[in-house]
């Protein structure tokens, strides 16, 4: 039995009086840090593979609310659901036809206000996926755009490209989109090319077109009254393109002119004009918020892969307007690998943190539904390990679910059973190079028919066959589990140290790092990773300045130590891949 740590309001207390400096918060903030955000962990879930609740083989809305008691359980406090509005399921959801209406397979609107409802009595925020960059081609706007209808017409990116002199009409740009291929696609019908950044089912809204922010707006406030306490904001950077439609420079990294990487984006991408975005949303949703103050503040996460700078923009730009709550933090998807050594690991932490603005959240994503999972990505050895990095550090953490029970890709996926569409282009000899089915399979309850998944004969995506071992009712029973590491770091992180406690990373070796969350008079925090392959033997006492008493926290599955047990901080042994949170009293 662990002793209780220092609850928030007299560590607040404390701070309020003495006004010094935090991890990346001043005392003028105060208000932004005991507000509910900043500090949470935000669940994605991935809805078509979260929990079927009709047996067709497809996760829906009425499995998610039959869920949502595991998560309050757990301890999580917010969700973000992947698309759920009806779709013609070109990119599973990102292609939207109708931004205010549900996927029928997914269930209906009743169905949504009985989730919200249910999140909401268990204290659960939920936030939904906003893809605003493009719509389906099915959407009634880009078939009444492409009728040029009175009011529509310039709802998409329209041009009439180029005619050569031999006849030739050819796209008026060299730009790439991002699923490959040209990003314009001739239409029949309107006799023009559209602009289609992702597949060309997608074509590009025009958010230079006031109607097009107008109708936008209203889907974010239909939403909103129907008590959603924010949005994720997908590919943010790519809302508008250069007026002039010039053709990007090429990078020279590659020779293919259909391939993404073929011209630099300066002119379809991360143009100023995404901040002003940005902060008209923000605007939208601190509005909503002071008129309506019965529910908790209304945020936005924006996705966006991009350089340290632009995303620090994000948070708030030069001149002191504040954007997005959480712009993403990818670095422990993109920039440490399972082979990283210690200082990759602590540089990445560090650059986040010295770029974000004075005053702001820091956050982190270890997973998502596009990239390999966290056993798989470095190795099921370093799932409690990551999870300890994940839910240890300053601000908010995203988990994507099945993490918490280090679920691993299932590879061997079989061409038949393959459905995601990049997968499926570039056929059978490659297709296991881009797949994204392998980290969208069913969410593995317990040892039951299709893991407890579904009662169907098929599912969507199968099962990963290790279910019978490796699920959430054997995690809940065995003595020790991954599950039950994640569950008692989210116990810890209610502690206020772990809220506003001073930050700080060091690498203690090639391989080996440790944090510190700490607060004068409190007691620390203090986690420690060895991210190689052997065990090793730490001294932690310069870490730790003072010669105090170290005691585990908690420790991973197959780790030799116990909570509460104490530790010689000058002679430490870890094993391979082993992370350990500790206290110091
Ligand atoms: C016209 O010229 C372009 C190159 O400028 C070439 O790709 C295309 O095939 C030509 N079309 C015809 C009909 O000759
Ligand atoms: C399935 O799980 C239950 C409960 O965890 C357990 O009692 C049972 O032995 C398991 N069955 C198999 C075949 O593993
Ligand atoms: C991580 C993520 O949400 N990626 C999405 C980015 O946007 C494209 C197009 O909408 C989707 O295909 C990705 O899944
Ligand atoms: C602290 C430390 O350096 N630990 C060891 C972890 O394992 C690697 C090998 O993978 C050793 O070289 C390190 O010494
Ligand atoms: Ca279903
Ligand atoms: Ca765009």
Redo the contacts with the bound molecule.
């Keep these: 039995m662990r002793a209780p740590l220092i609850p928030i309001q007299i560590l607040l207390f404390s701070l309020l009086n003495c006004g010094s400096i935090m991890a990346g918060l001043v005392k003028s903030d105060t208000e932004d840090f005991i507000d509910w955000w900043p500090h949470t962990v935000f669940y994605q879930i991935y809805p078509r593979s979260f929990k079927d609740s009709n047996g067709d083989g497809i996760g829906d809305l009425k499995g998610i609310t039959s869920k949502l008691r595991y998560l309050a359980d757990t301890g999580i406090t917010a969700t973000w659901l992947s698309p759920i509005f009806q779709s013609p399921m070109v990119d599973f959801g990102y292609d939207i036809s109708d931004y205010k209406a549900i996927q029928p397979e997914y269930g209906t609107m009743q169905d949504f206000e009985e989730l919200i409802d249910t999140a909401f009595e268990l204290g659960i925020k939920v936030i939904l996926d906003f893809v605003p960059n493009h719509s389906s081609d099915q959407h009634e706007w880009f078939k009444k755009s492409a009728a040029k209808e009175p009011g529509y017409e310039d709802f998409y990116v329209w041009h009439d490209g180029i005619l050569q002199e031999n006849g030739t009409r050819v796209p008026p740009n060299n730009w790439p989109s991002v699923f490959y291929g040209s990003a314009w696609e001739w239409h029949e019908g309107r006799q023009q090319y559209y602009l289609h950044q992702f597949t060309k089912e997608q074509p590009d809204l025009n958010y230079r077109n006031p109607r097009v922010v107008q109708a936008m707006d209203d889907v974010l406030l239909f939403w909103l009254k129907k008590g959603v306490a924010g949005f994720r904001i997908d590919a943010v950077n790519h809302l508008f393109e250069d007026e002039s439609l010039k053709d990007e420079p090429l990078s020279g990294k590659t020779a293919d002119s259909l391939s993404y990487d073929y011209t630099k984006h300066i002119y379809s991408r991360d143009l100023p004009e995404v901040l002003e975005m940005i902060h008209h949303w923000r605007q939208l949703l601190d509005d909503f918020s002071a008129k309506h103050p019965e529910r908790p503040t209304r945020i936005m996460m924006t996705e966006a892969y991009g350089g340290l700078t632009q995303l620090a923009d994000y948070y708030e730009d030069s001149n002191g307007v504040r954007g997005s709550h959480l712009p993403f933090n990818f670095h422990f998807i993109t920039d440490v690998k399972g082979d990283s050594d210690a200082r990759d690991y602590v540089y990445n932490v560090e650059k986040w943190l010295i770029y974000m603005p004075r005053g702001h959240a820091a956050n982190w994503v270890m997973g998502n539904h596009d990239n390999p999972r966290v056993a798989s990505r470095f190795g099921p050895a370093s799932v409690d390990a990551m999870n300890m990095l994940l839910l240890t550090l300053p601000g908010v953490a995203v988990t994507y679910n099945g993490e918490e029970l280090g679920m691993v890709d299932y590879r061997e996926l079989s061409w038949e059973d393959t459905v995601d569409p990049p997968a499926r282009n570039v056929g059978e000899e490659h297709y296991k190079e881009v797949s994204r089915d392998p980290v969208r399979t069913p969410f593995q309850w317990?040892?039951a028919t299709n893991a407890g998944f579904s009662t169907a004969t098929k599912t969507w995506l199968p099962v990963h066959p290790n279910y019978?071992e490796l699920n959430l009712?054997?995690q809940k029973?065995a003595k020790r589990s991954h599950y039950q590491v994640y569950k008692d770091l989210l116990e810890l992180r209610k502690s206020g140290i772990m809220r506003v406690g001073r930050f700080n990373i060091e690498p203690l070796s090639r391989w080996v790092f440790a944090f510190k969350r700490s607060y004068p008079n409190f007691e620390s925090i203090i986690t420690v990773i060895n991210v190689s392959d052997q065990e090793q033997l730490v001294d932690l006492s310069e870490f730790l300045s003072q010669p105090k008493k170290l005691v585990v926290e908690v420790a991973g599955v197959d780790s030799k130590y116990q909570t509460g047990q104490p530790l010689a901080a000058s002679a430490l042994l870890l094993a391979a891949r082993e992370g350990l949170v500790c206290r110091l009293v």
């Design positions: 317990s040892n019978l009712e054997a029973a």
